[in-house]
């Protein structure tokens, strides 16, 4: 069975701040790492995945993710928050034969503060 | 561009009515998924759909049924509403051969039973 655990489920930073949004993950098999992210009144929107290959992924609004084997972890960053990035953000784990749906964790909602 | 439709944003029905929700996708992709949202639980699977008349119980199924008899369509059933039933219900669709795990979102349809 593959688990999500996303710690923190309200961050909060200031406008320029590095964000840091962590992710840990448990699964059996080798598995594929995907962040998203929902805006108000939306339906979630993909930010970046892990499949396999290079373990820091870059993916929409300059925010990256560094898969790390030996930590099981996935956490999302950004160097610098915009107040655009206020949104709630979703970590989900899949296995690599992509048989089983996306298990998701609980989220995160990220506040910036100007 | 990628698109999955989901029949209405918000809605408002009576305790005990049946309701349906619909959701289309245009990709032609053999997978799709009804969740719920609320707020601290993340996203729970209810159902979901490897093709065409297929079903499997997701986390959450009791209270609700689906029906896909066409590739793109996939509704979501309640039988007889009741309050706890109140929630953002978000649909997703995946290929089911040859991607990578991506699952691709409608915008929801936040449902409230009175």
């Known amino acids: 069975a593959q688990s999500v655990t996303q710690l923190g489920s309200h961050v909060s930073v200031s406008e320029g701040a590095l964000v840091l949004l962590r992710c840990n993950y448990s699964s059996s098999v080798p598995p594929y790492l995907f962040w998203y992210v929902q805006y108000p009144n939306q339906g979630l929107q993909l930010l970046l995945k892990y499949t396999t290959g290079a373990t820091l992924v870059k993916g929409i609004n300059g925010f990256e993710a560094e898969f790390k084997k030996s930590e099981t972890s996935f956490h999302l960053t950004k160097p610098s928050a915009h107040m655009s990035d206020a949104a709630e953000y979703f970590c989900?784990?899949?296995?690599?034969?992509?048989?089983?749906?996306?298990?998701f964790g609980k989220g995160t909602r990220l506040s910036v503060i100007a | 561009d990628v698109k999955v439709t989901q029949s209405s944003r918000y809605l408002v029905k009576r305790t005990g009515e049946k309701v349906f929700l619909e959701c289309v996708q245009d990709?032609?992709?053999?997978?799709m998924f009804w969740y719920r949202q609320d707020p601290g639980l993340g996203l729970r699977l209810i159902y979901f759909?490897?093709?065409?008349?297929?079903?499997e119980k997701g986390d959450i199924p009791e209270g609700y049924s689906v029906s896909r008899e066409k590739k793109e369509r996939f509704s979501l059933i309640l039988e007889s509403a009741s309050t706890s039933q109140t929630s953002m219900y978000l649909c997703?669709?995946?290929?089911?051969?040859?991607?990578?795990?991506?699952?691709?979102f409608g915008p929801g349809t936040r449902l409230t039973v009175l």
């Open positions: 997703a669709s995946r290929s089911g051969t040859g991607g990578l795990g991506e699952q691709f």
């Open positions: 759909s490897y093709d065409v008349k297929m079903k």
């Open positions: 989900a784990v899949s296995d690599q034969q992509g048989n089983t749906p996306l298990v």
């Open positions: 990709m032609d992709h053999e997978n």
